[in-house]
């Protein structure tokens, strides 16, 4: 098993560009969510979705849009992005709620100039 | 809204040294407690969770937890630390009032010097 991966590692942007961020796992999990981590605030939650077709906003969903077309792919999309959204971001799955094992993808650090 | 409080910022241990790690939560009615771990250039991962029963949690790598309801603590121990130990340590919660999403407080860096 793969188990989470993330595309791609790093990846610089100017304001205003868009981009998705892939995400993907092999465990046929329902439950997958996208963080992002910035110093001194811990991990926070942009959106998640609890099987294919189903998404939901987190704490941070702003700038942001997800969908789940499959159980294995969940990609984060960056509509317009700005130097706030500079951060790292993790993917993680989970079997079926957020109360499962989250397992994580190994990040995406995004730097926008 | 629910929140996780992570008291130390950094530790510095020598080897060999007992650890705790500090974590408390606010009230948010049913909880479920965790302690993630992310070592230098390895993906985050579980090291112990709490959902009832005993409050004395049992992980991996010799980590232990308590969880103390009255205080609404989660703090995390290992009696003798290794150099392997050096990582950012991460509490979470879900809350039920918040539909059990996860939250998590802002990570404690440990620095264990051989």
């Not at chain 1, 595309?7 to 796992?25: D, I």
């Not at chain 2, 996780?4 to 020598?14: A, G």
């Not at chain 2, 005993?54 to 232990?64: C, M, N, S």
């Amino acid at each position: 098993n793969a188990g989470v991966t993330q595309t791609p590692k790093f990846q610089v942007l100017k304001t205003g560009q868009s981009m998705t961020l892939q995400c993907a796992q092999d465990m046929n999990h329902e439950y997958m969510s996208w963080y992002r981590q910035d110093p001194g605030m811990g991990l926070r939650l942009i959106h998640y979705s609890v099987g294919a077709g189903i998404t939901d906003q987190g704490e941070v969903p702003n700038g942001y849009n997800v969908s789940r077309s499959t159980t294995e792919d969940f990609p984060l999309r960056l509509l317009s992005a700005a130097p706030s959204q500079t951060s790292v971001y993790f993917c993680a799955s989970s079997y079926s709620d957020p109360t499962d094992t989250q397992y994580f993808g190994p990040g995406t650090r995004l730097t926008v100039l | 809204a629910q929140s996780v409080s992570q008291h130390n910022h950094h530790v510095i241990l020598s080897e060999a040294a007992s650890l705790e790690l500090g974590c408390n939560y606010s009230y948010g009615g049913t909880v479920n407690l965790f302690w993630y771990v992310q070592y230098p250039g390895q993906h985050l991962q579980l090291l112990l969770k709490y959902f009832s029963g005993d409050p004395l949690v049992k992980g991996i790598k010799g980590f232990e937890a308590e969880f103390i309801k009255s205080k609404f603590s989660f703090n995390l121990r290992k009696p003798s630390v290794q150099w392997s130990d050096t990582a950012e340590y991460f509490c979470a919660v879900t809350f039920r009032s918040n539909d059990y999403k996860l939250s998590f407080g802002a990570g404690t860096t440990v620095t264990v010097r051989a």
